[in-house]
C-alpha cells in the first residue's frame, strides 16, 4: 500500500523523523487555512502516487493567501499523469542549503536490507544511477544486527555528505531505518533530505510504501486504506475480499491460483485479446466465491465475455463445475462465458458443466487454456 | 533418489489440530508420507486419527524422531514455528502459510543463516514438494504426480506459483513422463529456498534428467537461476515465466510478484534463461511441449 506524501511525512513523525509543520486541504478555504497555521511563506503541493509533480505544476510557494487561493485553485482537480489531485499538502517552506538522498527497501536477491545514500538528491534517483553510480552509496544491512549509529555515520562518509550534515544525516537514518523496520515498509525514502542553512537535517519528502501482510499489527493504518484511490471494481472485490486489479480489455478473467490468473491474462494476450483484469479466487472455486467473482466482473461494463480458468488439484472438478452452475444461476451475466476446467476429474466436472441446460450463447466449456483463450477473445470481438 | 524428501522422511505438522494442518496432514499420510506426530501447544496427549499430538517441536523430534516439519499455522504464530524446528534440530521445514509480513521473513531468514545453517526452509507461501510415491508434503494433489521410472528419464519440478505447479505436474502426466521431485518454492519476497538450490539439488540427483521451471515476474531469482545454469546445470530444461502483460507497479496476487522500476520483468527473465540454454514455453503447456520433446530426445 503506497502512501501520499503527507501520510508518509505524518509517519515518519511517529519514528521522529523531522518534517516540515503543515496540514492536508480539499478545498481552496481549507487550503488557507493550513497556510494561516503553519505561517508564511509556505508550499502548496499536489497529493497525488507519481512522479513529476514539480515538472506538472503541482507545487508552488505561496507568499500570502491570494497566492495560496491561486495555487491551490490551480492544483486542485489538476491531471498529473492520469492522477487527478484531490487534496493539496500546505508546509511551512524551508529553507535549503543541500540536498541529499535516502531510502529503504529489502534487498530480496541478497535477503538482506539495502540503505541507498546519495549526496545528490532532489533529483531522480535512477537518473544519479544512469549517470554516476558511484554516487550512491548501497550497503546491507543484516535485519538480525540492525544499523547503528556508527554504520549509518560511516555510510555517510562514503556517500561524500559534508562534514557539517554528518551527525543530522547519521540520525536521520537511524530513525528512518527503525521507520522501516518496525514501521513494516516495503520501502521508506526521503528525496530530497535537506540540510538547511541552521545547519538541520529534514525530510522534505516522504515515500513510503507499507506491506499489506503486516496491518494485523497496525490498527493506525486503517485510515491509509480510506483514502487508496481504488476504482469501483477494485472497491466491489475488496469488499467481497478477491484478489483482483482491474485493467482496461475486454475480457473478464477468473482463475484460482495468482500464477494461473497471471498466466490466463497472457495467453489471452497472445491469441490477439485483452484482459479487463486479474483475479485470483484462490484454491476454493465454490459457488459463493464463483458468485462474488462473477458479480465483479459483472460491473465492469468494458466486459465482452469471460474466461474462467480453473486447475482443480485438491478441489475435484465436479465441484468445481457446481460451484459454477450455480453462480451462473444467481447472476444475470451481460457477457457470456468460456470455461477451460482441467485437472482432478476434469472430464466429470465438464459432463456436469455440458448436462446443466445452460445454453451455449452464455456458456462454452473448452478442454485446454489456449483454446478457451481463443473462444474467448472471439467473442471479444 | 530424489531431492530433499523420500520415503525415509519422518513428517511431524505443526499445527495438525487446526483445519488447514488436519486437512492437509491427513491427505499428505494417506499419499504415503510418514506423518509421525503433530506440534499443538498445550493438546500433548491427544491424537489426530492417531497420530500422535506433541507440546513442542523438541518433544515430537524426541518421541519420533521426526526430521521434517510442515507448518500450517496463521503467519503471526508462522515465524516462531519456523525457528522453533529449527531450534528441535528439524532439517527440513516446509512452510506454506500465506501472509507472513516480509519484515518477519526476512529476520527469520537471517536467524536460520546465522544460528541453524543446517536446517533448510521450504517457502512460506508455498504449495510444498512433492516426490512422487516417496513423501508428499504440503498442498499438492498427489494423484496428479506421474510417478518416476527406474530407467527414466524423469523430470524435476521448480516452481514459485502453486496452480502452475500443478498444471506443470499434469502436462507431464497427461505425456506420461515420470517426476523425481517437484518443489514449490512460493511467492514470497523471502523465499528460504531459491530457484538455485533447487537447481543445484538437481543436477547432482541421478534420479533426475531434466528440469523445467516456472517462474513469475517481480525479484531477481530467475535472473540468478539463469547465471547459475550457465555455469553449473548441464541437465536440459525448459522453462515459463508468468505474467508478460503484467502492469508495472502492481502486486499480481502474490507479495513477490510485481514490477517495479523497469526491473523483474518476465521478458527479461525470459531473455535471461534463454541465453542460459534454457527452452521457453510462452504458455505453461508450451513448456510442457518442450519437455516433452527434450524427455524423447533422452530416450
Known sequence: MDLFEYQGKQYFAKYNIPVSAGGVAHTVDEAVVEAEKALYPVVVK????????????????????????????NILGMDIKGHVVKRVWIEHASDIA??????????????????????????????????????????????????????ARQASVDAKIPEKALDGVADMLVKLYECFTKGDCDLAEINPLILKPTGEVHALDAKVSLDSNAAFRHPEWEEYAATEELDAREQLAREKNLQYIGLDGTVGIIANGAGLAMSTLDVVNQVGGSAANFLDIGGGANAELMTAALEVINSDAKVKSIFINIFGGITRGEEVAKGIVEAVKRVTLRAPIVIRLDGTNAEEGRKILAEAGIPDSQLTSRPTMLEAARAAVALAK | MAIFVDQHTKVIVQGLTGGQGRFHGLRNKAYGTQVVGGVTPGKAGQDVEGIPVFDSVEDAVKATGATASFIAVPPKAAPAAILEAARAGIGFVVCITEGIPAQDEARVFATLQRDFPATRLLG??????????????????????????????????????????YQALYELKQQGIGVSTCVGIGGDPVPGTSFVDCLAEFQADPETHAIIMIGEIGGSAEEEAAEFITNHVTKPMSAYIAGVTAPAGKKMGHAGAIVSGGKGTAQGKMDALRMAGVKIGLNPTEAGSLMAEIVNNLR
Open chain 1, 46 to 73: 499536489a497529493q497525488v502516487q507519481v512522479g513529476g509533480r514539480g515538472k506538472a505544476g503541482g507545487i508552488k510557494l505561496a507568499t500570502n493567501a491570494d497566492e495560496v487561493r491561486l495555487h491551490a485553485g
Open chain 2, 124 to 165: 512460506p507461501n508455498c504449495p510444498g514438494i512433492i516426490s512422487p510415491g516417496k513423501c508428499n508434503i504440503g498442498i499438492t494433489a498427489g494423484e496428479i504426480a506421474q510417478l518416476p521410472t527406474a530407467s527414466g528419464p524423469n523430470v524435476g519440478i521448480v516452481s514459485r506459483s502453486g496452480t502452475l505447479t
Open chain 1, 98 to 151: 543541500e540536498e541529499y538522498y535516502a531510502s529503504f527497501t529489502l534487498d530480496r536477491a541478497a535477503k538482506q536490507h539495502l540503505l541507498m545514500l546519495s549526496a545528490q538528491g532532489g533529483v531522480e534517483i535512477e537518473d544519479v544511477a544512469a549517470k554516476d553510480p558511484t554516487a550512491i552509496v548501497k550497503l546491507h544491512i543484516n535485519p538480525i544486527n540492525g544499523l547503528s549509529l556508527a554504520t
